[in-house]
């Protein structure tokens, strides 16, 4: 999905209360999609071989997963001084938001380069500059930032399949900054009162003291998951107070702003509705409102623009690596392996209360840790680990801490999944596109199987991600494909949650149903090129379809999902942050708070990794990003 700036720490209050009252219960406290079974674009280790591993290894910290909540968990740990290793099932690094690379079949000379797909989100703002977003906080804190080349822009096209694509009002551009070039553009689109609308309901959003101000006044990098956040968070009591009852506001679905402030225009709605499911495949009744409230100011602020890194998303995903592995002082470097499957964590009972003490490898490699275990994987993932990895029924406080654990994952509900087609074209004449498009019926509800299509062409911006002459293409089907389509094809029918390579049949209704549901996909971009197919079809060209199991498979994300939704009878999540009911271990990813998108799981690995660490610590940090201008 569409991954802007989502703050989210301005429900803090509420978040720090809720923590609390879970440190003295037994209660407990908790990117876009990806297609690629290829190459390992970052050099890192492996794990070690199949063979029966016995030699036991102690780290500080061990997390689990290497997305980038788990990147910026596993760098923030590293920064703080701690020995953390970070281990991943797959070969590459960087869960949902990884690269892959393919060489054309057959290619000669130039061709022999190969292209490089971003394998999930592509579209990302307030990364280029110091600010408040929290994935640039990380990258800021680790001392990574300046490896990374952003390339700045000011929008993206969205095309309306409910109209012909002759008709002038089908296509239009959303564009950055306050020139109200956007507003000309909804005019165009939809009419004068459209636009006065919008422009009404801007102007009060983001107000000075406004909703989208208020959204972006508490930094993750002040938030821990223990009472130690009463003193963290100190420095911003004033700003606590300035938000108000406007706290209530932005963790409440995004439709109460829109009626308090008397928004009626159907096109307005349905572009928030727009909006809302590209920040969390959910529309703007069950969205909260402040990532939504946020994004406004970070998309209409005088000077706004919106990022992509030079060398695709790659380049991010080995900047987070450098910052878990440089050395630092007197302290050890982290480290990353690949091809490192956990298969249980070790828990043991200490006192009549669970404690995880590090984990065991497919292998049979034993890693233990001093500090914790912070876990990326989702919630339902994990808690599959965790029942297999119960091995003594008598540890009563255990097996309650599991059953716990257990219970919250099956009230959590999930998004769908997606469809993706992967794309190596001739280029020629198709000098003028634009990067991003997204491509809907604005006429049917935003969540409708296969409606909103989402398409990034990264070549536009660097064209050294394929060979000389060739655009390189992703589109995908947001967060709407049912999983019950596919379901069948698992060897058992159903997920059970244990994800193995050949675990679904690959036989002509599997491929047949494949080609049929990518029909979507190339129809969408016919809307961008019309003669995509043709392009397809040349010699050189590269076409990789996906589905809901590819996504499910390569990322092991239950049922293809795209990440949580509201439990039943909420209206908006209700995610816990990074604490469990099992001591030493933590959590932390898109079903932890704050939630999906980039700057949502890489706050939440900041709050995982400031738990692990005195407040001391944390304060020393966050008092030499300030004195950096790099902390609000």
Same mark, same amino acid.
């Given at each position: 999905m569409m991954m802007m700036s989502t703050v989210l720490a301005t429900h803090v209050l509420l978040y720090a209360a809720a923590q609390f009252s879970h440190q003295t219960s037994v209660a407990w406290a908790f990117c876009i999609p990806s297609t690629a079974p290829f190459s390992r674009l970052s050099p890192v280790r492996s794990g070690a071989s199949s063979e029966a591993v016995t030699q036991e290894e102690q780290w500080d910290v061990i997390v689990v997963g290497s997305g980038i909540g788990g990147l910026c968990a596993?760098?923030?740990?590293? %920064?703080?001084?701690?020995?953390?290793?970070?281990?991943?099932? $797959?070969?590459?690094?960087?869960?949902? !938001?990884?690269?892959?690379?393919?060489?054309?079949? +057959?290619?000669?000379? !130039?061709?022999?380069? *190969?292209?490089?797909?971003?394998? +999930?989100?592509?579209?990302?703002?307030?990364?280029?500059?110091?600010?408040?977003?929290?994935?640039?906080?990380? #990258?800021?804190?680790v001392g990574v930032a300046h490896e990374i080349e952003w390339v700045t822009y000011d929008g993206w096209m969205l095309h309306d399949t409910s109209l012909p694509i002759?008709?002038? %009002?089908?296509?239009?551009?959303?564009?950055?900054?306050?020139?109200?070039?956007?507003?000309?553009?909804?005019?165009?689109?939809?009419?004068?009162?459209?636009r006065i609308e919008f422009n009404t309901f801007k102007r009060r959003i983001m107000s000075p003291g406004g909703l989208s101000e208020s959204s972006a006044l508490i930094p993750p990098l002040a938030l821990r998951g223990d009472w130690g956040a009463v003193l963290t968070m100190l420095s911003y009591l004033g700003k606590f107070l300035k938000i108000g009852v406007q706290g209530t506001l932005l963790t409440g679905p995004f439709t109460q702003c829109m009626n308090l402030y008397g928004l009626k225009d159907p096109f307005v709605k349905k572009w928030f509705?727009?909006?809302?499911?590209? #920040?969390? +495949? #959910?529309?703007?009744?069950?969205?909260?409102?402040?990532?939504?409230?946020?994004?406004?100011?970070?998309?209409?602020?005088?000077?706004?623009?919106?990022d992509y890194p030079k060398g695709g998303i790659d380049s991010l995903v080995k900047a987070l690596v450098k910052g878990l592995e440089m050395q630092r002082d007197s302290f050890a470097p982290g480290e990353l392996r690949v091809n490192s499957r956990v298969t249980r964590f070790i828990l043991q009972?200490?006192?009549? %209360?669970?404690?995880?003490? +590090?984990?065991?490898l497919e292998n049979g490699q034993v890693l233990k840790a001093?500090?914790?275990?912070?876990?990326?994987?989702?919630?339902?993932?994990?808690?599959?680990?965790?029942?297999?990895?119960?091995?003594?029924?008598?540890?009563?406080?255990?097996?309650?801490?599991?059953?716990?654990? %257990?219970?919250?994952?099956?009230q959590m509900e999930m998004t769908g999944s997606f469809m993706h087609l992967h794309l190596g074209i001739p280029s020629e004449g198709l000098e003028n596109l634009d990067c991003h498009h997204s491509v809907l019926n604005f006429d049917q509800d935003i969540t409708a199987e296969q409606n909103l299509?989402?398409?990034?062409?990264?070549?536009?911006?660097?064209?050294?991600?394929?060979?000389?002459?060739? $655009?390189?293409?992703?589109?995908?089907?947001?967060? @709407?494909?049912?999983f019950g389509d596919w379901e069948?094809?698992?060897?058992?029918?159903?997920?059970?949650?244990?994800?193995?390579?050949?675990?679904?049949?690959?036989?002509? @209704?599997?491929?047949d149903l494949k080609e049929k549901k990518a029909e979507a996909l190339w129809m969408a971009l016919e809307r961008i090129i019309p003669d995509i197919r043709e392009r397809a079809n040349r010699k050189g060209s590269i076409v990789e379809i996906g589905t809901p199991l590819t996504h499910r498979r390569y990322n092991r994300r239950f049922r293809g999902t795209y990440g949580p939704a509201p439990s039943e009878g909420k209206e908006v999540w209700d995610l816990p942050g990074p604490?469990? *009911?099992?001591?030493?271990? #933590?959590?932390?990813?898109?079903?932890?708070?704050?939630?999906?998108?980039l700057p949502g799981v890489a706050a939440s690995g900041t709050i995982a990794a400031n738990t692990l660490v005195g407040v001391d610590v944390q304060l020393k940090l966050m008092r030499e990003m300030k004195d950096a201008g790099a902390l609000q």
């Open positions: 596993s760098a923030m740990c590293a %920064r703080y001084g701690l020995k953390t290793l970070c281990v991943e099932a $797959h070969d590459v690094a960087g869960g949902v !938001a990884h690269s892959f690379q393919r060489k054309s079949p +057959g290619g000669e000379g !130039a061709l022999q380069r *190969p292209f490089v797909f971003d394998s +999930g989100p592509s579209l990302l703002s307030g990364m280029s500059a110091k600010g408040t977003n929290p994935l640039r906080q990380v #990258l800021d804190a002759t008709d002038p %009002r089908s296509s239009f551009r959303l564009t950055t900054g306050s020139s109200n070039t956007f507003e000309q553009a909804i005019e165009h689109k939809a009419g004068i009162q459209s509705d727009y909006l809302a499911f590209a #920040l969390s +495949g #959910l529309d703007a009744a069950h969205t909260q409102a402040a990532p939504v409230a946020y994004t406004m100011i970070d998309l209409h602020k005088k000077g706004a623009v919106l009972e200490e006192n009549n %209360r669970p404690k995880c003490t +590090g984990v065991v001093k500090r914790g275990v912070i876990c990326n994987a989702p919630l339902w993932n994990m808690a599959k680990l965790l029942e297999d990895s119960i091995v003594n029924p008598l540890d009563l406080s255990v097996a309650a801490a599991v059953h716990d654990i %257990r219970a919250k994952a099956k299509v989402i398409v990034s062409i990264p070549t536009v911006f660097d064209s050294t991600l394929a060979p000389e002459g060739y $655009h390189v293409i992703h589109a995908y089907t947001a967060a @709407s494909e049912d069948t094809k698992l060897e058992e029918k159903c997920d059970n949650g244990k994800i193995e390579a050949n675990d679904y049949k690959r036989d002509k @209704s599997y491929k604490m469990t *009911p099992i001591e030493g271990l #933590l959590a932390c990813g898109d079903t932890s708070f704050p939630g999906i998108g």
